[in-house]
């Protein structure tokens, strides 16, 4: 059974980094691509990362030049490094890849 198993979120004031990890097990786990998706308080979940085998990325406009998604194929981890964090940021952080979900961690930006 594919899992996803996200770690790395926390409390950080404005300003500050974090870094999430995602990593995929299980037999049949292939990460072709792999997703960061958030869901903010009072919105709907949407995609905030990408990157697929040839590691082209994807960020979606509000995150871009703060976050770099990355990858360790060998580890079969994705990473979400997030620097400049904003109060707007604080959200739950969820990897996706192959139609799974990961559990989520909680990021929380004070400002």
């Known amino acids: 059974q594919v899992q996803l198993v996200e770690s790395g979120g926390g409390w950080v004031q404005a300003g500050g980094s974090l870094r999430l990890s995602c990593v995929g097990s299980g037999s049949g786990f292939r990460s072709d691509t792999m997703n960061w998706y958030r869901q903010t308080p009072g919105k709907s979940r949407e995609i905030i990362a990408q990157i697929n085998r040839i590691n082209s990325t994807y960020y979606r406009d509000p995150v871009k030049g703060r976050f770099t998604i990355s990858r360790a194929n060998e580890k079969n981890t994705v990473y979400l490094q997030m620097n400049d964090l904003k109060p707007e940021d604080t959200g739950v952080y969820y990897c996706?890849?192959?139609?799974?979900w990961g559990q989520g961690t909680q990021v929380t930006v004070a400002s």
């Open positions: 996706n890849a192959m139609g799974i």
